[in-house]
């Protein structure tokens, strides 16, 4: 099942949509088993853009176009 590309924000509404449905208690047994398959898919999806978005903040980009690591205080 693959996952289409989404942004973090449509990820994790989507999410809260599966968590929601999850919680009623309502579905049955293999809507529940797909829900909680989507689920985990969105969440990889949200960790990979989370990383990607980490690794891209951690450059400082100088003036004149130099990419250099960024040191935050205490690592």
């Given amino acids: 099942m693959a996952t289409k590309k989404k ?7 989507e999410l809260e949509t ?5 919680e009623n208690g309502s579905a049955s047994l293999e809507d529940s088993l797909d829900m909680y398959q ?7 999806l949200c960790q990979d ?8 903040m ?3 980009v100088t003036d004149t176009g130099e990419e250099i690591p960024f040191e935050a205080d205490g690592e």
């Fill in 58 to 60: 951690a450059k400082v």
């Fill in 7 to 13: 942004t973090f924000e449509e990820a994790i509404a």
């Fill in 18 to 22: 599966i968590v929601e449905a999850l």
């Fill in 49 to 56: 853009k989370l990383q990607t978005a980490e690794k891209r």
């Fill in 38 to 44: 989507k689920g985990i898919e969105l969440t990889k």
